[in-house]
């Protein structure tokens, strides 16, 4: 059994930095992608964030420049620090996994719960 779980969310101010954590169990992520997504309070869609497979990153365009995403392939883990935080980056930030390199939300395999991230302003 594959499970995500998020970590790292909270109350923050804007122009803060966070960093979110996402443990996968049950797979190893070497060749899998690890992306996050995000899902404002009370609405459906979910939005790309970044992903990370292999070495490869990629990032949506509205956190270019105030994203890294990283991972850590013996720990099974992955990280997302988001620097210069806005009130619209409060969401609830997922973690997701697939075997193919998308940013589509109907692609992803497994989702974890998510974490919800706060940002006054």
């Known amino acids: 059994q594959v499970t995500l779980v998020e970590s790292g969310g909270g109350l923050v101010q804007a122009g803060d930095s966070l960093r979110l954590s996402c443990v996968v169990s049950?797979?190893?992520?070497?060749?899998?992608?690890?992306?996050?997504?995000r899902q404002w309070v009370g609405k459906e869609e979910r939005q790309f964030v970044a992903g990370i497979r292999w070495?490869?990153?990629y990032y949506a365009d509205y956190v270019t420049g105030r994203a890294a995403i990283s991972k850590d392939n013996t720990e099974n883990t992955v990280e997302l620090q988001i620097s210069s935080l806005k009130p619209e980056d409060t969401a609830v930030y997922y973690c997701?996994?697939?075997?193919?390199?998308?940013?589509?939300?109907?692609?992803?395999?497994?989702w974890g719960k998510g974490t919800l991230v706060t940002v006054s302003s």
């Open positions: 997701a996994m697939s075997n193919r390199v998308t940013t589509q939300v109907d692609a992803m395999d497994f």
């Open positions: 049950g797979r190893a992520i070497g060749n899998s992608m690890i992306s996050f997504f």
């Open positions: 070495s490869a990153t």
